[in-house]
């Protein structure tokens, strides 16, 4: 059942549990995504997911009704993906999981890969790395727009800066990652 953010609402005012549930259904996967795409690990994209939805929790009794709840939902996103990137320490984990499914220790020197699949994974790898180092908010920038497609004003609204600033972000964030796999070897210059 597909319900409309001021129903939503409207629900949440007479049974918060109910309305709550219904916000979590409507906008997990979505809040899922853009953590993922952000951390590139499972258990750091839950565990965002999770405090999103705590944050929504504290602040819905003061959420107005003549608002969309999208916009709100993608800035505490944002936000909180932004914090992550600045109180974690980089560590990299040979039992964390590619995009791929498999584990970083399990492509290491596995006979059965092809090369293209080596070819592949490689190429993935190299752009996961490039987008990792870039600075918090360029990566944040980048994934906006080219994983979830968001227009550069969606981008600056959402990020809280002037819409120079997003396209200062993506310019800079392209041409890191370029130089970033051109480095790798995985882009020709």
């Keep these: 059942m597909d319900v409309s953010d001021a129903a939503i609402l409207k629900i949440y005012k007479k049974n918060k549990h109910q309305g709550l549930e ?37 602040s819905m009794d003061n959420f107005k009704e003549e608002f969309s709840i999208l916009p709100w939902v993608k800035r505490i996103t944002v936000n909180k993906c932004l914090n992550f990137a600045r ?10 999981t590619v995009a791929a499914g498999s584990e970083i220790q399990d492509l290491i020197g596995a006979p ?61 964030a392209r041409k890191t990652v370029k130089v970033s796999m051109v480095k790798d070897g995985i882009w020709e210059g």
Aim: proline share 3%; glycine share 2%.
């Design 87 to 96: 109180d974690k320490k980089e560590a990299v984990s040979l039992n964390q």
């Design 22 to 58: 219904l916000l979590y259904d409507r906008y997990k996967k979505y809040v899922y995504t853009i953590a993922y795409n952000y951390t590139h690990n499972k258990e750091d994209a839950l565990d965002l997911t999770q405090e999103v939805f705590i944050s929504i929790l504290k």
């Design 112 to 172: 059965n890969n092809t090369e293209s699949t080596t070819l592949y994974q490689d190429t993935r790898q190299s752009l996961a790395k490039a987008i990792k180092e870039l600075p918090p908010q360029e990566r944040m920038a980048l994934l906006l727009r080219h994983m979830k497609g968001m227009k550069y004003e969606e981008i600056a609204r959402i990020m809280n800066v002037p819409l120079g600033t997003v396209k200062t972000l993506l310019h800079r």
